[in-house]
């Protein structure tokens, strides 16, 4: 199908971008990766569409000690070559195919905000940021979305109409941390049916310190899990992984759709999560 009409716009710079966005009820264009398969399904169909690929300054990817900032039009392939976040790196290898990552951004993912989307994931366990800018009275107004308030609900983030998402920051992982991302796929590339992102810090007894999982496609939003206390001070290999998975499993709500039972991802949910989590730790274990 075509996606129904709308008013093609290309800013230049910013300023444009932000004047545009504050007038017209219009949809950001970035990798266009979710946002034409949805106007070609006519899921959505926006009056104008603002395409902000050829706004300078917005693709750089800058790694400091304290994490990463991905610009708006970094590719989730640049991203994942750089390889400036170990999590990042797991997570990008599992989304969608390689032509896909060539295009699609990883801000425009975050943006998308789709349930079972893996980026998403990773900002929330590493307890990242947005930010977004908007035309505000005499300038630019800018605000930081931490991810616990970014998500809201199915292909539903913070970002407002009039909103620009500039860029995320994913943070560092603390010395002595090991991360992960388990999923199962009915194909590689595809969406996955349950997937979970770990990260495990270990103390200088190389015991659990902490223990963090993100979950994907078992709520309306990345699930974000503690099981720190569950694990304990205890080297990875006594865990009482039973208990650990079963505190996964009570913090999600699987839905029935027709990929897969309820019940199934709930399974799912508390496999990978152990996965995840004993490969994460095995990561921090390891001398770097
Ligand atoms: C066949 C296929 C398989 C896929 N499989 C997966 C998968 O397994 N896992 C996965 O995570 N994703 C998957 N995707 C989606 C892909 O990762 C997209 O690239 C991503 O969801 C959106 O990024 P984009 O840059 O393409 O955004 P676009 O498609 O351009 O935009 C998506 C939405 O975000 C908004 N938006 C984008 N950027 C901004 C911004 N800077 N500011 C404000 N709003 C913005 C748009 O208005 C739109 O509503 C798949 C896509 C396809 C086509």
Redesign the pocket.
């Known amino acids: 199908m075509k996606p129904p009409p709308f008013t093609y716009h290309a800013p230049r710079d910013l300023d444009e971008a932000l004047d545009l966005l504050a007038e017209v009820d219009g949809?950001?264009?970035?990798?266009?990766?979710?946002?034409?398969?949805?106007l070609n399904m006519r899921l959505?169909a926006p009056a104008h569409v603002v395409d902000?690929n050829r706004l300078p300054g917005l693709s750089g990817i800058e790694a400091g000690p304290e994490g990463v900032t991905v610009g708006?039009l970094a590719r989730?392939a640049e991203v994942a070559r750089a390889g400036v976040h170990p999590l990042l790196g797991q997570a990008l290898r599992?989304?969608?195919?390689p032509v896909?990552?060539n295009?699609?951004?990883v801000?425009?993912?975050l943006?998308?905000a789709?349930p079972?989307?893996?980026?998403p994931a990773v900002l929330a366990v590493l307890g990242g940021s947005v930010r977004l800018a908007r035309r505000a009275p005499g300038g630019t107004g800018v605000r930081q979305v931490a991810a616990d308030a970014f998500f809201a609900g199915p292909l539903e983030s913070a970002?407002e109409p009039g909103?620009?998402?500039?860029s995320a920051f994913f943070p560092a992982l603390p010395p002595r941390s090991g991360s992960a991302f388990e999923e199962v796929?009915r194909r590689h590339?595809?969406?996955?049916l349950a997937g979970v992102c770990a990260v495990v810090t270990l103390d200088e007894d190389l015991h659990v310190a902490a223990a963090r999982v993100a979950c994907v496609g078992v709520g309306p939003v990345p699930v974000v899990a503690d099981v720190s206390e569950v694990c304990g001070r205890r080297p990875a290999a006594t865990v009482p992984w039973e208990a650990v998975t079963e505190a996964v499993r009570r913090a999600v709500e699987p839905e029935d759709d027709i990929h897969a039972s309820a019940a199934y991802r709930l399974h799912l949910v508390g496999v990978l999560a152990e996965r995840a989590l004993r490969e994460a730790a095995a990561r921090a274990a390891a001398p770097p």
């Open positions: 949809k950001v264009l970035a990798g266009g990766q979710s946002l034409i398969p949805l959505a902000v708006a989730q599992l989304v969608a195919h896909i990552r295009r699609g951004t801000v425009g993912s943006v998308h789709d079972a989307a893996e980026l970002a909103e620009l998402a500039v796929a590339g595809d969406y996955a």
